[in-house]
């Protein structure tokens, strides 16, 4: 069956840059001047324009950029019963990994209305006539801000990654029943969290097992907070065992490391669909498109054309719209200058 996408896809991994309004109403919004008509109003317009800059850059695959959640993962711990606040461990100097809201479970952690990702799938498929993709961090990220003081609740941190296993995977059928197609899960936290490899993966397919979405892929980069990564950004320490998720692509970062281990792809046996980050999203440069062509044309002396998706490294949220929507051009027409080698 021939591939719909086309030859060398273009998409992206999920967020989209915050616009310098959005930020302000962000400000205005906790200091309780926005009713919930306003707050309504006030993400949606935020989506259109995640939409409208990826439509007019070309890109394949979009999403809703992830406009309506906050530094990827914290404003999902909203809708979480059990949960209580514990603040955070540095307030000041340099926003960091250490600067982010703490929380600890005083319960079993429920999530009875679910993620919101069906509510944000549903606004994106009524808003574009592009291919759209939804995005949902896996059980290890949804754990992260989470902390263990003892073992009163869950025993340890395995146990409640367990438990969002059984979340997020509700949350996925959710979206397939709302006619998701292409589901892409996000786990930076493969790459951080120390521990078991083979126990990670159990973890990615529990979430995974029974999703029938036609394209399930799984992002695995080192972390994104304030442009800075936080795991060792090495993938080959992830082989064989990665091989086992049951996935149709795998996604992850080259353009931030130089196009270190480009040949991964052949190295490790990869038997599936292979997006490689080509956009470096935690540098101020603005990449020519040729220079995007160079790093595909790396990547296809070890990845059959028909088997790479092209990408940025991770989410825009951390970089200035203007920048962003730079780099997203750069992307399409560095890849549009391959597909025309390629097709010549």
């Known amino acids: 069956m021939p591939e719909p996408y086309g030859l060398l896809p273009t998409t992206v991994i999920g967020s989209h840059a915050i616009p310098s309004w959005l930020w302000t ?28 800059d990826q439509e007019r850059a070309g890109i394949d695959v979009i999403t809703d950029g992830e406009m309506r ?45 679910g993620l919101g990702i069906v509510e944000e799938f549903n606004y994106l498929k009524t808003h574009t006539g592009r291919k759209i993709k939804a995005t949902c961090p896996g059980p290890l990220t949804l754990t992260i801000h989470i902390q263990l003081h003892d073992d009163k609740v869950y025993r340890n941190r395995l146990e409640l990654a367990w438990e969002m296993a059984g979340t997020i995977n509700r949350e996925l059928k959710a979206l397939v029943e709302a006619g998701a197609e292409f589901i892409q899960l996000d786990e930076p936290s493969f790459a951080i969290i120390p521990g078991e490899t083979r126990e990670w993966i159990r973890l990615i397919n529990a979430a995974l097992d029974g999703v029938s979405a036609k394209k399930l892929a799984l992002h695995v980069c080192f972390g994104n907070l304030a ?21 149709d692509q795998l996604v992850f970062e080259f353009a931030n490391r130089e196009m270190k281990e480009a040949s991964i792809w052949k190295d490790a046996g990869i038997d599936r669909e292979f997006g490689a980050g080509v956009i470096d999203v935690k540098s101020f440069y603005v990449e020519r498109p040729e220079d995007v062509a160079e790093r595909v044309r790396t990547l ?13 490294d991770c989410g825009f949220f951390q970089l200035p ?7 997203l051009k750069a992307l399409v027409d560095g890849v549009r200058i391959v597909r025309k080698e390629l097709s010549g």
């Open 227 to 247: 442009s800075r990564p936080r795991g060792k950004r090495d993938y080959g320490r992830f082989f064989p065992e990665l091989l086992d998720v049951k996935c």
């Open 25 to 52: 109403a962000l400000e205005a919004m906790d200091q309780g001047k926005y009713g919930p008509t306003d707050v309504r109003e006030t993400f949606d317009d935020a989506v259109n324009l995640a939409i409208l």
């Open 300 to 312: 296809l002396q070890y990845v059959p054309a028909d088997k790479l998706w092209l990408t940025p």
């Open 321 to 327: 719209r203007w920048l962003c929507f730079l780099k």
């Open 69 to 113: 959640r906050w530094y990827f993962v914290q404003s999902f711990f909203k809708r979480f019963e059990g949960l209580e606040s514990v603040g955070v461990l540095r307030k000041t100097g340099v926003y960091g990994y250490d600067s982010v809201p703490r929380y600890r479970p005083v319960a079993r952690l429920k999530v009875p209305d």
